[in-house]
């Protein structure tokens, strides 16, 4: 029963033809299937480029992208000033002046300067709270003590006239700022008690540009090893597509046939067989042998012998052998000169 079932499941299962594959057929796969990686690949390498060079655009743009504040100049118990909580300066947390400080400029547009002033002078205090009159105080000392700390400070030098634009300009690390803007007199005290000076103040800085451009740069070298990887991908798909010309050289040496000298022929002509019918059988060799002798082979003839032992051999249908003294023979075929006297090569 179970015999019968199986030869049932036999016959119906038909058989899968397999193909043979021979090595010309696999290197064809094999070569078809490289050249699609390659395309892939530089497809993708182009692809990398682009989209490196994109975030790189993205991210500088980021980078040169200014963050604006303003502040009101007005008087206070010290003496007119401008007192503007910039809040949170964000960036890379490294201490000290390098170039990943957050920059900051503030313009000063002096419509009316109090006359008792000697110079322009401004603060950035890395404290939180702007109302703090005692912190604010501490801050500028430390600004100019050490202005490459947590502080900042910058000054004109000099006095500041009516119509003057001044630019203020700062470098910070993160954290909280407060920004104090004032006219000092000749005593480092406040130039404008009464309050009668006029500015306007406006400001810009830059958190994004040590991070942003850090990232841009990175996206730069990115798009620079895509590009190198696409062109090397470029480069084999041009190989595999287009078969490479041969070169001057190469083609002189295939139109002059083979690449190395002619194989040697013969060192000269056949051994000579016995010159004689084979001698009496020695006694106990044996029966003679009933079978005929091959027939001997003629020596060829000497034409003629040179002083130095070089024989001239009649080799038959009018060509002449060379046979060097040495007993080796000249690989040239020789031929009677034309008057009969002496041998010239034959010329095919």
């Known amino acids: 029963m179970l015999e019968d079932e199986d030869s049932d499941i036999g016959d119906g299962i038909e058989a899968v033809p397999s193909e043979v594959l021979v090595d010309e057929d696999r290197d064809d796969m094999l070569e078809e299937m ?31 992208f200014p963050m604006s504040f303003s502040t009101e100049y007005q008087a206070s118990f010290a003496g007119a000033q401008a007192t503007k909580d910039v809040g949170l300066v964000w960036g890379m947390p490294i201490p000290g002046n390098d170039v990943t400080d957050v920059p900051v400029r503030v313009t ?12 322009l002078v401004g603060y950035m205090v890395n404290e939180k709270d702007c109302t703090n009159s005692e912190a604010l105080s501490l801050g500028q000392e430390a600004a100019e003590a050490d202005p490459t700390g947590d502080h900042a400070f910058a000054t004109t030098g000099n006095t500041v006239v009516g119509g003057e634009t001044v630019e203020l300009r700062f470098r910070v690390d993160p954290g909280q700022y407060c920004l104090i803007v004032k006219f000092r007199d000749v005593d480092q005290n406040n130039a404008d008690e009464s309050g009668t000076a006029q500015v306007d103040i406006t400001g810009k800085m830059w958190p994004n540009q040590a991070i942003a451009g850090l990232l841009g740069l990175t996206a730069i070298v990115f798009a620079a090893l895509s590009f190198v990887g696409a062109q090397r991908h470029g480069h084999e798909v041009r190989e595999m597509q287009q078969p490479k010309e041969a070169t001057i050289e190469q083609t002189v040496l295939a139109a002059s046939g083979p690449s190395g ?57 009018g060509y002449v052998h060379k046979r060097m003294p040495d007993g080796s023979f000249d690989q040239t075929i020789w031929v009677r000169g034309p008057d009969g006297d002496g041998f010239v090569p034959h010329e095919a």
């Open 108 to 119: 000063v547009d002096v419509e009316s300067p109090p006359p008792t002033h000697i110079e």
């Open 261 to 317: 000298p002619p194989a040697a022929g013969p060192s000269g002509p056949p051994r000579s067989g016995p010159s004689g019918p084979p001698g009496e059988p020695s006694e106990g060799s044996g029966a003679p042998s009933t079978e005929d002798p091959a027939p001997a082979a003629s020596e060829p003839a000497v034409l003629q012998q040179d002083e130095d032992g070089t024989a001239w051999l009649d080799a038959g249908n």
């Open 34 to 64: 490289s050249l699609e990686a390659r395309l892939e690949g530089l497809e993708r390498a182009r692809w990398n480029v682009f989209m490196f060079l994109g975030v790189a655009v993205i991210m500088f743009a980021f980078a040169l």
